[in-house]
C-alpha cells in the first residue's frame, strides 16, 4: 500500500492566521482525499483532489476556507484559512490503494488559539 | 438514521478474551468494507478489507460482512494490551474514487 508523508504533524496557530498542511505520496495517484477529524468524533471528508482539476467539496465546506492544491500525482496542500477556534481538530489525507483499501497520512493536529 | 452506526464503547476487556465490534449501516449501494485502528496521536491504520459478503481473516483479526443484514463485524482473539485503540468501521460504494463512510469508532481497552 502507499506510504503517505504528511506534515506538519501539529501546530498551535493564532485566530485569523492561515495553516498549510502538506502530502506526500511514495506513487502516483489519481485522487487524494482530505478529511477533519474533530475531537472525539469521527472522520469526515472536506474534499476530493483530483490532479488538474478543481477539487470537489461535500457539503458545509467551502473553497475559500479550504482552498486545496494538487499540482502533480504525488503531492497535495490543504490550507486552513482564517482560522478560528472551531477549527481545532486533526487533518488527514487518504489515498485509495491498489487493491481498493485507503491509506492515512499520519495527522496534523491543529490548535487554534 | 445516520449512514453508519457504531457503539462507541468504551469496551474495557481482559488480555486473551475474544472481542467483538460491530457496525450496521443504511446504504445498500455500499460495496466496501474496511475496519481501522487508531492510536492515539496518530492516523488510522488499514486492518482489515473486504468486498462485498463473506469473511476474511488475519492473523487475530477476523472481518465478517452481512449485507442482507447491512452488518459487519470485527473479531479480534487472544486480545492484546498493543491492540488498546479505537476502532473505526468505514465504507464506500466503489474502490479507490469514492469517499469514505465511518462509523464514530469504539475505543477499546486490553487490561493486562
Known amino acids: 500500500s502507499a506510504v503517505i508523508s504528511q506534515k506538519p504533524s501539529r501546530d498551535i496557530c493564532q485566530r485569523g492566521t492561515s495553516l498549510t498542511i502538506q502530502c506526500q505520496v511514495d506513487?502516483?495517484?489519481?485522487?487524494m482525499f482530505w478529511y477533519r477529524q474533530q475531537p472525539g468524533q469521527s472522520l469526515t471528508l472536506i474534499a476530493t483532489a483530483n490532479q488538474g482539476s478543481e477539487a470537489t467539496y461535500e457539503s458545509g465546506f467551502v473553497i475559500d476556507k479550504f482552498p486545496i492544491s494538487r499540482p502533480n500525482l504525488t503531492f497535495s496542500t490543504l490550507t486552513v484559512s482564517n482560522m478560528s477556534p472551531e477549527d481545532s481538530s486533526i487533518y488527514l489525507c487518504?489515498?485509495?490503494?491498489?487493491?481498493?483499501?485507503?491509506?492515512f497520512g499520519s495527522g496534523t493536529r491543529l490548535t487554534v488559539v | 438514521q445516520k449512514e453508519v452506526e457504531q457503539d462507541p464503547g468504551p469496551l474495557s476487556v481482559p488480555e486473551g478474551a475474544i472481542v467483538s465490534l460491530n457496525c450496521t449501516y443504511s446504504n445498500s449501494a455500499f460495496q466496501y468494507f474496511m475496519w481501522y485502528r487508531q492510536y492515539s496521536r496518530k492516523g488510522p491504520e488499514l486492518l482489515m478489507y473486504t468486498y462485498s459478503s463473506g469473511n476474511k481473516e488475519d492473523g487475530r483479526f477476523t472481518a465478517q460482512v452481512d449485507k442482507s443484514s447491512k452488518y459487519i463485524s470485527l473479531f479480534i482473539r487472544d486480545s492484546q494490551p498493543s491492540d488498546s485503540a479505537t476502532y473505526l468501521c468505514?465504507?464506500?460504494?466503489?474502490?479507490?474514487?469514492?469517499?469514505?463512510?465511518f462509523g464514530k469508532g469504539t475505543k477499546l481497552t486490553v487490561n493486562p
Open positions: 506513487s502516483q495517484v489519481t485522487m
Open positions: 468505514a465504507m464506500s460504494g466503489g474502490g479507490g474514487s469514492e469517499k469514505l463512510v
Open positions: 487518504s489515498v485509495a490503494g491498489r487493491d481498493g483499501g485507503y491509506t
